[in-house]
């Protein structure tokens, strides 16, 4: 049986810190996290941001995603040894063994938990709930064909999570974090349906379900465009609720411009180009956004 290489981002190397990285894909990272700095970022209108917040922000992120990202690839070790995309992931390869990939997901998911409660009481009351659905994300493929936006919604959480982390409530206007979790939610849906996009026939062979599947390429793009479309319009208004101004809109422009770039390298017939289309633009839109609001609120 040939193995191929590993899907996305990896880091070389054969010691067990660095198979416990790519266990969770640890480059994807950058995918979400700016996000979540945004939400941080949006909250200092309303309240000072202490260093020790945004420390714990990061840290409760991050094993948050490491929780989610180890129960993935538990849940779908079986499938992952017989999709020739996917065999040379860690489990499959023998790197690490299931339990040692539980024993880092209990681990994880402890840490997340302890420092949600360390933020302040909101976030430690609903750190377990947004534990549960992130987990949960990992079972979709099974039962529904949007499986994209239980995703998307997952990581929606991030900008939610970091400002209430800093000012302990709920956003005034209220609209202002729905319209940051649609923002992500969109964007994140939106590219995991370019992720899903070479694994068509496995899925439909498998019994597992996702927009392509469902919509078939063609239409699964389409759906892909008009989530990145909700995208820049839920960004747009995110910032004008939460106070940003002509510098973030900027970086929104220029966010626009890389979905619209996206669009243009994959095809329905062809996904030759799907990796940088996947990794490196997302995180280039995710990174500027982030810059761009942080510029904002300096000047």
């Known amino acids: 049986m040939s193995v191929t290489a590993p899907d996305g981002q990896v880091l070389r190397g054969n010691s067990t810190l660095v198979q416990y990285l790519n266990l969770v894909k640890l480059p994807h990272t950058l995918f979400a996290l700016p996000f979540a700095l945004l939400g941080v970022v949006?909250?200092?209108?309303?309240?000072?941001?202490?260093?020790?917040?945004?420390?714990?922000?990061?840290?409760?992120?991050?094993a948050a995603r490491w929780a989610a990202v180890a129960f993935n690839m538990i849940a779908d070790l079986e499938f992952d040894r017989h999709n020739p995309r996917n065999r040379g992931r860690v489990l499959p390869r023998g790197r690490l063994t299931p339990r040692q990939a539980w024993a880092s997901l209990v681990a994880a998911a402890l840490v997340f938990v302890a420092a949600a409660a360390a933020i302040n009481p909101l976030c430690g009351l609903l750190s377990l709930p947004a534990l549960a659905?992130?987990?949960?994300?990992?079972?979709?493929?099974?039962?529904?064909?949007?499986?994209?936006?239980?995703?998307?919604?997952?990581?929606?959480?991030?900008?939610?999570?970091?400002y209430l982390a800093v000012t302990g409530r709920w956003s005034e206007p209220w609209w202002v974090?729905?319209?940051v979790a649609l923002a992500v939610a969109t964007w994140v849906a939106g590219f995991d349906i370019f992720h899903a996009l070479p694994d068509e026939a496995f899925d439909r062979a498998h019994g597992l379900r996702s927009a392509v599947v469902r919509l078939g390429p063609a239409g699964a793009l389409r759906l892909a465009r008009l989530l990145h479309a909700l995208t820049v319009v839920a960004l747009v208004l995110f910032g004008s609720g939460a106070g940003f101004g002509a510098w973030y809109h900027a970086g929104v422009a220029l966010a626009a411009v890389i979905l619209w770039q996206e669009h243009r390298l994959?095809?329905?017939?062809?996904?030759?180009?799907?990796?940088?289309?996947?990794?490196?633009?997302n995180a280039l839109m995710a990174g500027l956004v982030l810059a761009f609001a942080l510029l904002d609120r300096l000047v």
Do not use: C, N, Q
């Not at 994959?266 to 633009?281: E, I, K, N, Q, Y």
């Open 133 to 162: 659905w992130v987990l949960a994300y990992s079972l979709s493929k099974r039962f529904t064909y949007w499986p994209h936006l239980w995703l998307g919604a997952s990581l929606a959480i991030a900008p939610v999570g970091g």
């Open 42 to 62: 949006a909250a200092s209108f309303r309240v000072p941001v202490r260093w020790e917040t945004v420390g714990l922000v990061v840290l409760a992120f991050s």
């Open 266 to 281: 994959v095809r329905p017939d062809d996904f030759s180009r799907l990796g940088p289309a996947f990794f490196a633009m």
């Open 177 to 179: 974090l729905p319209a």
